[in-house]
Nanobody, 125 residues
């Protein structure tokens, strides 16, 4: 079992920044990949970013590449999503997810095993 708790969401102006955190517990954090997804109202949950268990490999959706950065601190059992140059279309509930069998390359919802409860990010224009 893995428990995930996100934090750091909120309201930000266009062009601003936010850093999301996801604290994990239950299994050795450094043994599995992590991902971030988001879901806007009326839309399907979509992949945002993922990293390998070591954090050395990272993957991004095209819509966020160059603006968002995923990173992890295995000593703190925490993965982060630094979001810069935020746009109104980034408004969504953001979820972190654990991929016990992957290397960070997975981009589909069903490929992830555990999910956090989500944190709201709202970008005001």
């Amino acid at each position: 079992q893995v428990q995930l708790v996100e934090s750091g969401g909120g309201l930000v102006q266009v062009g601003g920044s936010l850093r999301l955190s996801c604290a994990a517990s239950g299994r050795t954090f450094s043994s599995y990949a992590m991902g971030w997804f988001r879901q806007a109202p009326g839309k399907e949950r979509e992949f945002v970013a993922a990293d390998s268990w070591s954090g050395r490999s990272t993957y991004y959706a095209g819509s966020v590449k160059g603006r968002f950065t995923i990173s992890r601190d295995n000593a703190k059992n925490t993965v982060y999503l630094q979001m810069n140059s935020l746009k109104p279309e980034d408004t969504a509930v953001y979820y972190c997810a654990a991929d016990l069998g992957g290397s960070g390359r997975h981009r589909r919802v069903h490929e992830y095993d555990y999910w956090g409860q989500g944190t709201q990010v709202t970008v005001a224009s």
